[in-house]
């Protein structure tokens, strides 16, 4: 069977997934008002295309606003006006009455539940269930950071004495945040920035990502009634034109971005006081798995397909090399071809589809590149039909024995690419992870707990997150999502997110019978907000 016949003919498409017609986005939100754009206007297409007699036609499933410098720095303006050096009304505002603007917004959001999970499938090719999925937790995301803001507020709701001294503490925004997500979450992953940036009283430029950027639209009138003027403002166009003037403003204070290392680094470096610039960064990653001798090969098989292919591979989080012990290499490789030979590639609504196109342009391109790298310098591929590409599909390609020589090894593929690498002496894999530019997870799959228990404290100062007997991974959005070195700046989950779009301040007096009074009749009188002991339920 030819692969451009995974490709659907636009009858096979079931009614309740079509994509009927083109969506002309001009809207943009600027300062409580949808405004609309009257320049150029940028196509959004998928990376499915229709099948009609021997031809394949991309879809164009629309347009949204190249804004421009100028307009991005309206929207800069209107969020500084908001924000008012902090004494503006968001900022200022209680507690309970940003949490109820939050709420309204996801009451909203809910509405538009279908359509988001729709466009997710024709933007970036996720799979029916993994589209679902990614709203649904994001809605929970936003119902988690509620309660915890809620907690925190309960738990700043009293006075501290100590060393007599008086104290209260709250946590308070920093000012104007710049929110970018990434193209393979752009729901999700932007979500759990802009959100607790949001609630903790900060106003918001927000940039949709550059594939998933059209699925933000059916959004927009949510943000609109949710929100005060000014509070969100979400604008659209090349980052080239619109970001760089921002960063340069220097009015930015806040700086969530998902993305490569390289790109946030550039945009750091274009603010002129990077001191007053906080960064919260989810970067590149080259997570390993390491399989010990002694490992569950069925169940490490298991995972290591799951975490080098989900969303064929398209996650910060998959594992993008497998290092085994040279004993059981043969056993792995021919147990991973077996699984991923029952990978089934089809559309994103299709049942039981694995495989799906993949959105960027030249993507099929550069992973071609990186095998055929690894198969001049000695890697064989292992599953039949692997690296096999037509338009935007690329079929997963298992590849063994990877060495130090190849780009695969170093390269982070962000695709289904499946590097394997014998080792003898675990002492090679230990370099590999000291000395790799980056640091976010890795796993271990092994049944003696003293080798594993050694390698978890070699390996703790040197990423974020170490996974035993099981894939890499972000959640439960309760646990630190973060990493080191290029990987990751700050830490994220529903609490550190709130921590990470805030700072502490603290009101103190002295602890004698004066200063007391003083302050009790503050409270008692509710002159002050800050030191309200008001308890939220």
């Known amino acids: 069977m030819s692969l451009a016949t995974v490709f659907p003919q636009a009858a096979d498409i079931p009614g309740e997934f079509a994509h009927k017609s083109e969506i002309t986005q001009r809207d943009y939100l600027l300062n409580g008002e949808l405004v609309q754009w009257q320049g150029e206007l940028s ?4 990376p499915i295309y229709i099948r009609n007699s021997d031809s394949l036609q991309q879809v164009v499933l629309g347009h949204t606003p190249l804004l421009d410098a100028d307009t991005a720095l309206k929207a800069l303006d209107s969020a500084v006006k908001a924000y008012d050096l902090g004494r503006g009304a968001w900022p200022t505002m209680a507690v309970l009455e940003r ?15 279908a359509e988001v999970i729709r466009l997710l499938m024709w933007e970036i090719g996720k799979t029916y269930p993994d589209a679902a999925k990614e709203f649904d937790r994001t809605s929970d995301y936003i119902r988690d950071t509620i309660e915890a803001l809620k907690q925190q507020d309960r738990d700043a709701s009293h006075f501290i004495i100590e060393q007599g001294s008086l104290g209260k503490i709250r946590r308070v925004p920093v000012g104007v945040a710049l929110c970018m997500g990434p193209f393979n979450y752009p729901l999700n992953e932007t979500f759990t920035t802009l959100i607790p940036a949001l609630i903790m009283g900060n106003t918001v430029i927000f940039k949709p990502a550059k594939y998933g950027v059209l699925l933000i639209q059916p959004l927009l009138q949510a943000f609109l009634q949710s929100f005060p003027a000014g509070v969100i403002n979400i604008i659209y166009g090349r980052g080239r034109e619109t970001v760089g003037v921002l960063m340069e403003s220097g009015k930015i204070d806040l700086f969530a971005f998902i993305g490569t290392n390289k790109g946030a680094s550039d945009l750091k470096r274009m603010h002129p006081k990077p001191h007053r610039l906080r960064a919260v960064l989810g970067l590149d990653a080259k997570n390993p798995a390491i399989i010990l001798p002694d490992a569950d090969m069925n169940r490490t098989v298991k995972e290591c397909v799951a975490g080098s292919l989900s969303f064929n591979g398209q996650r910060c989080t998959a594992l993008k090399i497998l290092f085994v012990h040279q004993s059981r290499a043969a056993e792995l490789v021919d147990k991973l071809a077996a699984a991923i030979s029952e990978l089934k590639a089809g559309m994103p609504w299709q049942q039981g589809v694995a495989i799906t196109p993949l959105p960027e342009p030249g993507k099929t391109q550069f992973l071609t590149e990186l095998l055929e790298d690894a ?11 692997g690296g096999e590409t037509v338009a935007s599909l690329f079929t997963p390609a298992l590849l063994y024995p990877v060495n130090s020589s190849m780009r695969l090894y170093n390269e982070e593929q962000f695709g289904p ?3 394997v690498v014998p080792y003898n002496d675990i002492n090679e894999v230990i370099d590999y992870v000291v000395n790799s530019n980056f640091g976010q997870q890795l796993s271990i799959f092994g049944q003696n707990p003293q080798q594993v228990g050694e390698l978890v404290d070699i390996f703790a100062n040197q990423v974020g997150r170490i996974n035993i007997n099981s894939q890499c991974q972000r959640g439960p959005d309760s646990f630190p999502f973060n990493g080191r070195k290029d990987s990751a700046e700050g830490t994220l989950s529903v609490v550190d997110a709130l921590r990470q779009f805030s700072t502490p301040t603290l009101v103190a007096a002295k602890y004698q019978d004066s200063d007391v009074d003083f302050v009790k009749q503050m409270v008692k009188e509710r002159h002050s907000r800050f030191l309200s002991t008001d308890f939220l339920f």
């Not at 196509?43 to 998928?46: A, E, K, N, Y």
């Not at 198969?375 to 039909?385: D, E, I």
């Open 99 to 113: 949490i109820q603007h939050v709420e309204k917004f996801l009451g909203l959001m809910q509405l538009q539940r």
């Open 375 to 385: 198969l001049g310098k000695g890697a064989k591929l292992q599953n039949p039909g």
């Open 417 to 419: 690419l499946v590097p």
């Open 43 to 46: 196509p959004v297409v998928s």
